[in-house]
């Protein structure tokens, strides 16, 4: 299931990129059908990372990265 997320994660950005309303939202779907689907398989990051809409995050995790930075969510002190 990883390869068809981060296919859909790497979809999704290029969307993004162009203006591809249809396609941003079709991706998105698929995005939330996967984690749906392996939430309980899924390593626990990457659940996080589809959970909080994080796919450049996510996409790092896919391809191994390891130095991912640590947003809000990840310890961090937003603005309040």
Same mark, same amino acid.
């Given at each position: 299931?990883?390869?068809?997320?981060?296919?859909?994660?790497?979809?999704?950005?290029?969307?993004?990129?162009?203006?591809? *309303?249809?396609?941003?939202?079709?991706?998105?779907?698929?995005?939330?059908?996967?984690?749906?689907? *392996?939430?309980?398989?899924?390593?626990?990051?990457?659940?996080?990372?589809?959970?909080?809409?994080?796919?450049?995050?996510?996409?790092?995790?896919?391809?191994?990265?390891?130095?991912?930075?640590?947003?809000?969510?990840?310890?961090?002190?937003?603005? *309040?």
């Amino acid at each position: 299931m990883e390869i068809q997320i981060k296919q859909a994660v790497v979809a999704l950005m290029a969307a993004i990129k162009t203006g591809d *309303g249809q396609t941003v939202a079709e991706e998105m779907a698929r995005l939330d059908d996967f984690l749906m689907q *392996g939430r309980l398989t899924l390593h626990p990051q990457l659940v996080h990372f589809l959970e909080k809409r994080s796919y450049p995050k996510a996409l790092m995790f896919l391809g191994g990265e390891t130095d991912i930075p640590v947003g809000i969510c990840g310890g961090g002190r937003g603005k *309040g």
